[in-house]
């Protein structure tokens, strides 16, 4: 995932300090402060109910650049499902992906899974963890045409056809699983309609719900695509048929439902003519000039493809489509029948995750990151509480309650911003280039535009936020917060990430390893305002020396140390992107673009204990394919299976030299043979892993 680059505003003279900044200036709070307490921001958080779990019971994998998932001794890894193969037994088992029509991709698994998400077959509350079937529900991210039809030699021969295929690879799955001693399958439905299995793509009926329901670019575009998409026949009214795109990651319910964020949507948008009427119009529209800007969605220039994706997708004819997209998704697996919904009070943003924790009063929050350099962390909260003894009743709970943008300040505290009508009028009055917000929903349309003016804290790509519960789904009240990296400002500016010491010109190195944040709310709720905050883990290479430099050679500073310790041992990582618990609370760390930063490792899965002390001690579990990305990693129910998706395998070779030029100027095969080995093509697969022993993962 490579977000735009945007840079920061200073807006109404509110400047709100960048989260390096924070951490840099702790040294300067601690001065001004003498002769009170020392505040030690590596581990000043109340700690919460988590005892200190028992080594880990695994030895390292060393780093590797092998086109396999390498994984421990006394450890087999398998693939569950992988790109094209059916889920029905009505689509011919043998898949050939340059025959592959729309038609049939609807049909299969798609491309580049990434969050993961197993349900029991059969519902309870509390959830059981014995069952032998499950339902596995996963995000289809994105579908890069240069990985998906081998015998082409060129990009300028990717017809229109190819492109609808493409959309219909991505959005969301839906499949049976079940396991018997170690040994884990897929379970095929007949048909499409008799069974639980199926795909929901960017053609799909959804509905729109809550406050943003009704907003006039949603209106606008649900026009434009109902009218270019045929109608489904059992579609409910006030369908829109854009489905879904972009879905990175999400989360559960307690009632049994899937949430999937959708995220960098903007590239599945181009513009074909810079002078279409309907595209000025939108232009006088100062709130979409805005949106554009912020989305990185094409504006006022032609940009696209050699051949056009369904006319939907292009900005010139459908100007507000991008507000389809950015929303967080609700899927029942249970309920085929049921038509998605697009949980707008959870505001629009490049969510990569929606997970959820109960308050102490039993209502819902869902906290989210923003996937791109200077976003923010959020959350909601419900007003309605959740009912463990009627699981439908709980299916509109996230139609209504406050949304929260994460404040942190420089002592260690923190607060949760609410995103309100009225307070984000009063900021658009100190900062006249913005448009009022119209209502509520104009609001959480422009969510990242309110949580900005508002005060938020500027993060490094927020990327996963997860939080430990109970088995009745309460928040322990502790909350990990990853943020990837920061690589695209290298020196310090006010609102930038900086790392190193800083050099006479007031310069610093940037956040090339990313890190990990602890937010503990206040009195262990995830209904607080308030919250104390460090840093858990400063992502890099605990034998760092001075010097370093990246495989392109530019300086960088992956030292782990912070207020001159170590924040980390053992294995290093960067770029931590997706993480899980298990049940000794050991945090599970997928990444996504190590190899830029240690090139002598593919990206990689590894694991900390959440309650140990500074430094934290980090093994390494996983390592991927070349060219991948790791995601979506989960623990099986019984806990003796580690899920993860291995995403678009060789995008890059060893030397990170892209597809793209590898392909259509190199004119070579893509770099890896994953899953299947030998001369196959790659593809993107569900990976399950297993202790050979039948034991417990990790232990």
């Given at each position: 995932?490579s977000?735009r680059?945007h840079?920061?505003?200073l807006?109404?003279?509110l400047m709100?300090?960048?989260?390096?900044?924070l951490i840099?200036?702790?040294?300067?709070?601690?001065g001004?402060?003498a002769?009170l307490p020392?505040?030690?921001?590596?581990?000043?958080?109340?700690?919460?109910p988590i005892?200190?779990?028992t080594?880990?019971?695994f030895a390292?994998?060393?780093?590797?650049?092998?086109?396999?998932?390498?994984?421990p001794?006394?450890?087999?890894?398998?693939t569950?499902?992988?790109?094209?193969?059916?889920l029905?037994?009505?689509?011919s088992?043998?898949?050939?992906?340059?025959?592959l029509?729309?038609?049939?991709?609807?049909?299969r698994w798609?491309q580049?899974?990434?969050?993961?998400?197993?349900?029991?077959?059969?519902y309870a509350f509390?959830?059981?963890t014995?069952q032998?079937d499950?339902?596995?529900?996963?995000?289809?991210?994105?579908?890069?045409p240069?990985l998906?039809?081998?015998?082409?030699?060129?990009?300028?021969e990717l017809?229109?056809?190819?492109?609808?295929t493409?959309?219909a690879?991505?959005?969301?799955g839906?499949?049976?699983?079940?396991?018997a001693d170690?040994?884990?399958?897929?379970g095929?439905?007949?048909?499409p309609?008799?069974g639980?299995?199926?795909?929901i793509?960017?053609?799909s009926p959804?509905l729109?719900?809550?406050?943003?329901a009704?907003h006039?670019?949603?209106?606008?575009a649900?026009?434009?695509?109902n009218?270019?998409?045929?109608?489904h026949?059992?579609?409910?009214?006030?369908?829109?048929?854009?489905?879904?795109?972009?879905?990175c990651?999400?989360?559960?319910?307690?009632w049994?439902t899937?949430l999937?964020?959708?995220?960098?949507f903007?590239?599945a948008?181009?513009l074909r003519?810079?002078?279409?009427p309907?595209?000025?119009?939108?232009?006088?529209?100062?709130?979409?000039i805005?949106?554009?800007?912020?989305?990185?969605?094409?504006?006022?220039?032609p940009?696209?493809?050699?051949?056009?994706?369904?006319?939907q997708?292009?900005?010139?004819?459908?100007?507000?489509?991008?507000?389809l997209y950015?929303?967080?998704?609700e899927v029942?697996?249970y309920?085929?029948?049921w038509t998605?919904r697009k949980?707008?009070a959870?505001?629009?943003?490049?969510g990569e995750c929606?997970?959820?924790?109960?308050?102490?009063?039993g209502?819902?929050?869902?906290?989210?990151?923003?996937?791109?350099?200077?976003?923010?962390?959020?959350?909601?909260?419900s007003?309605?509480?959740?009912?463990?003894?009627?699981r439908?009743?709980?299916?509109?709970?996230?139609?209504d309650?406050q949304?929260y943008?994460?404040?942190?300040d420089?002592t260690?505290?923190g607060?949760?911003?609410p995103?309100?009508?009225?307070s984000?009028n009063?900021?658009?009055?100190?900062?006249?280039y913005?448009?009022p917000?119209?209502?509520?929903?104009?609001l959480m349309?422009?969510?990242?535009?309110?949580a900005?003016?508002?005060?938020?804290?500027?993060?490094?790509r927020?990327?996963?936020?997860?939080a430990?519960?109970?088995a009745h789904?309460?928040?322990?009240?502790?909350v990990?917060?990853v943020?990837?990296?920061?690589?695209?400002?290298?020196?310090y500016?006010?609102?930038n990430?900086?790392r190193g010491?800083?050099?006479?010109?007031?310069?610093?190195?940037?956040?090339?390893a990313?890190h990990?944040?602890?937010i503990?709310?206040?009195?262990?709720?995830s209904g607080a305002t308030?919250?104390?905050?460090?840093?858990?883990?400063?992502?890099g290479?605990?034998?760092?020396g001075d010097?370093f430099?990246l495989p392109?050679?530019a300086?960088a500073d992956v030292?782990?140390?912070?207020d001159?310790?170590?924040?980390?041992?053992g294995?290093?990582?960067t770029?931590?992107?997706?993480i899980c618990?298990?049940?000794?609370?050991?945090?599970?760390?997928?990444?996504d673009?190590?190899?830029?930063v240690?090139?002598?490792?593919?990206d990689?899965v590894?694991?900390?204990p959440?309650?140990?002390p500074?430094?934290?001690?980090?093994?390494?579990?996983?390592?991927?394919?070349?060219?991948?990305?790791?995601c979506?990693?989960?623990?099986?129910?019984?806990?003796?299976?580690?899920l993860?998706?291995i995403q678009?395998p060789?995008?890059?070779?060893v030397?990170?030299?892209p597809i793209?030029?590898?392909r259509w100027?190199?004119?070579?095969?893509p770099?890896?043979?994953?899953?299947?080995?030998g001369?196959s093509w790659p593809r993107s697969?569900?990976?399950?892993?297993?202790r050979d022993?039948g034991?417990?993962?990790?232990?």
């Amino acid at each position: 995932m490579s977000p735009r680059r945007h840079g920061r505003k200073l807006e109404a003279g509110l400047m709100t300090k960048h989260i390096q900044d924070l951490i840099a200036s702790r040294r300067a709070v601690l001065g001004a402060f003498a002769g009170l307490p020392l505040l030690n921001l590596a581990g000043c958080a109340t700690p919460g109910p988590i005892a200190a779990s028992t080594p880990l019971g695994f030895a390292s994998v060393a780093p590797t650049n092998a086109d396999t998932v390498t994984v421990p001794a006394g450890y087999s890894a398998r693939t569950l499902i992988a790109w094209g193969d059916a889920l029905f037994d009505s689509v011919s088992p043998a898949f050939d992906p340059d025959a592959l029509t729309r038609t049939e991709q609807e049909q299969r698994w798609g491309q580049n899974n990434d969050m993961l998400a197993l349900f029991p077959a059969q519902y309870a509350f509390p959830w059981p963890t014995g069952q032998r079937d499950m339902l596995l529900c996963a995000n289809l991210e994105s579908a890069d045409p240069v990985l998906m039809f081998p015998s082409l030699t060129t990009a300028r021969e990717l017809t229109a056809a190819h492109w609808e295929t493409a959309y219909a690879a991505t959005g969301i799955g839906v499949v049976a699983v079940s396991h018997a001693d170690g040994a884990w399958s897929i379970g095929k439905d007949a048909a499409p309609g008799q069974g639980r299995n199926r795909r929901i793509t960017p053609f799909s009926p959804v509905l729109f719900a809550g406050p943003a329901a009704a907003h006039r670019w949603i209106a606008s575009a649900a026009a434009i695509v109902n009218a270019a998409e045929p109608t489904h026949g059992d579609e409910p009214a006030g369908a829109v048929r854009c489905g879904t795109l972009a879905n990175c990651a999400g989360g559960r319910t307690p009632w049994g439902t899937y949430l999937s964020s959708e995220e960098n949507f903007d590239g599945a948008f181009i513009l074909r003519d810079a002078n279409a009427p309907l595209l000025g119009a939108a232009q006088a529209d100062q709130a979409w000039i805005f949106d554009a800007g912020k989305f990185g969605y094409p504006l006022f220039a032609p940009a696209g493809r050699s051949a056009s994706p369904p006319r939907q997708f292009d900005v010139a004819q459908n100007p507000y489509g991008p507000a389809l997209y950015g929303w967080v998704v609700e899927v029942d697996p249970y309920d085929p029948c049921w038509t998605p919904r697009k949980r707008t009070a959870l505001g629009r943003k490049k969510g990569e995750c929606a997970t959820t924790a109960l308050t102490k009063d039993g209502r819902v929050t869902v906290y989210m990151g923003d996937d791109q350099i200077d976003e923010f962390i959020y959350k909601f909260v419900s007003r309605g509480r959740f009912d463990p003894a009627d699981r439908l009743a709980n299916r509109d709970l996230l139609d209504d309650g406050q949304l929260y943008a994460a404040r942190f300040d420089e002592t260690g505290a923190g607060e949760w911003l609410p995103l309100t009508l009225a307070s984000a009028n009063r900021a658009v009055e100190e900062a006249p280039y913005h448009a009022p917000f119209a209502d509520e929903g104009d609001l959480m349309m422009r969510a990242r535009e309110a949580a900005r003016l508002l005060g938020a804290t500027p993060m490094d790509r927020p990327e996963d936020v997860e939080a430990p519960v109970d088995a009745h789904w309460r928040g322990r009240g502790i909350v990990l917060a990853v943020c990837t990296y920061n690589r695209n400002e290298e020196f310090y500016r006010p609102g930038n990430p900086r790392r190193g010491a800083a050099q006479s010109d007031g310069s610093q190195q940037a956040n090339v390893a990313g890190h990990i944040i602890r937010i503990d709310e206040a009195a262990e709720d995830s209904g607080a305002t308030t919250f104390r905050w460090e840093v858990f883990a400063l992502a890099g290479d605990p034998d760092a020396g001075d010097g370093f430099t990246l495989p392109g050679g530019a300086a960088a500073d992956v030292s782990i140390t912070l207020d001159g310790a170590p924040s980390i041992t053992g294995d290093r990582f960067t770029c931590p992107d997706n993480i899980c618990f298990d049940s000794a609370f050991n945090v599970w760390i997928a990444t996504d673009g190590s190899p830029a930063v240690f090139p002598d490792c593919n990206d990689a899965v590894l694991v900390t204990p959440l309650a140990s002390p500074s430094p934290r001690p980090v093994k390494r579990f996983l390592v991927a394919p070349v060219g991948a990305e790791v995601c979506g990693p989960t623990i099986a129910p019984d806990e003796t299976a580690f899920l993860c998706a291995i995403q678009h395998p060789g995008e890059s070779d060893v030397n990170n030299t892209p597809i793209g030029e590898l392909r259509w100027t190199r004119h070579q095969r893509p770099p890896s043979n994953f899953p299947d080995g030998g001369a196959s093509w790659p593809r993107s697969a569900v990976v399950v892993v297993t202790r050979d022993d039948g034991g417990k993962i990790g232990a």
